[in-house]
T-cell receptor, first 114, second 114 residues
Framework: AQSVSQHNHHVILSEAASLELGCNYSYGGTVNLFWYVQYPGQHLQLLLKYFSGDPLVKGIKGFEAEFIKSKFSFNLRKPSVQWSDTAEYFC????????????FGSGTRLSIRP | DAGVIQSPRHEVTEMGQEVTLRCKPI?????LFWYRQTMMRGLELLIY????????DSGMPEDRFSAKMPNASFSTLKIQPSEPRDSAVYFC????????????FGEGSWLTVV
C-alpha cells in the first residue's frame, strides 16, 4: 500500500541545534513532495515543496529539504533551530497515479528548549 | 485571496445533536478535501471532491458522516447524530490541479461533543 513514513514522533532540541526530520514514501513513479508545519493551535501551512528540478529545495524560515529518489526520501533540515520552530511537521506526497490524493505522514512533533 | 474559509471555528454540542461544518474553498480551486485531526489518530483524510464530485470517501468513518459540495464555492460536512468520539479538529483544504496540487488549509473547526 502507498504510505508516507515519518520515523521520529517527537524530537526535542536546544536552540541553535541542527535539525533533520526524516520522511520516506513508498510510491513509485513521479511524485510531488511537501513539508507542512502546524504551529500550536493553528492550521497546517506549506513550508516547502518539490515538483521537479533541483532536488535540494529551500523553503521559508531557513528550512530546506532534499529529495533523494533512490532512497525514496525527502528529509527536512534546518542548520540552527529557534524556539519559534516549536511545531508539528508533516511530510506529504502526491503520486501522479493516485488522482491527486495527497497522503500525509503521521507528523513529527518538534520541541525546542529555549 | 481570502484563503480557505471554515465555519464555525469552534462548536460545542451535546451527544446526539446534528453538526454541520461549512467550507468555502479558494476561488478557482478544483479539489476540496475534508480532514480530521485528533491526538490519537493524527491527520485523517475523510473525503475529497474534484469539480464538486466526490472522488474518494473511503476515509469517512461511518454512516453518521456525510459530505456534500453543491457548487464550486461551498461544501458541508455533516455528522448526525454526533458522538463524543467525534470530538476533533476538522480541516477543509483546497487545491488546484494546475498549480501542482499544493494544498491550502483552512483554520479548522474545533468540535467538542459532550
Amino acid at each position: 500500500a502507498q504510505s508516507v513514513s515519518q520515523h521520529n514522533h517527537h524530537v526535542i532540541l536546544s536552540e541553535a541545534a541542527s535539525l533533520e526530520l526524516g520522511c520516506n514514501y513508498s510510491y513509485g513513479g513521479t511524485v510531488n513532495l511537501f513539508w507542512y508545519v502546524q504551529y500550536p493551535g493553528q492550521h497546517l501551512q506549506l513550508l516547502l515543496k518539490y515538483f521537479s528540478g533541483d532536488p535540494l529545495v529551500k523553503g521559508i524560515k531557513g528550512f530546506e529539504a532534499e529529495f533523494i529518489k533512490s532512497k525514496f526520501s525527502f528529509n527536512l533540515r534546518k542548520p540552527s533551530v529557534q524556539w519559534s520552530d516549536t511545531a508539528e511537521y508533516f511530510c506529504a506526497v502526491i503520486s501522479y497515479s493516485s488522482a491527486s490524493k495527497i497522503i500525509f505522514g503521521s507528523g513529527t512533533r518538534l520541541s525546542i528548549r529555549p | 485571496d481570502a484563503g480557505v474559509i471554515q465555519s464555525p471555528r469552534h462548536e460545542v454540542t451535546e451527544m446526539g445533536q446534528e453538526v454541520t461544518l461549512r467550507c468555502k474553498p479558494i476561488s478557482g480551486h478544483d479539489y476540496l478535501f475534508w480532514y480530521r485531526q485528533t491526538m490519537m489518530r493524527g491527520l485523517e483524510l475523510l473525503i475529497y471532491f474534484n469539480n464538486n464530485v466526490p472522488i474518494d470517501d473511503s476515509g469517512m468513518p461511518e454512516d453518521r458522516f456525510s459530505a456534500k459540495m453543491p457548487n464550486a464555492s461551498f461544501s458541508t460536512l455533516k455528522i448526525q447524530p454526533s458522538e463524543p468520539r467525534d470530538s476533533a479538529v476538522y480541516f477543509c483544504a483546497s487545491s488546484e490541479q494546475g498549480s501542482g496540487n499544493t494544498i491550502y488549509f483552512g483554520e479548522g473547526s474545533w468540535l467538542t461533543v459532550v
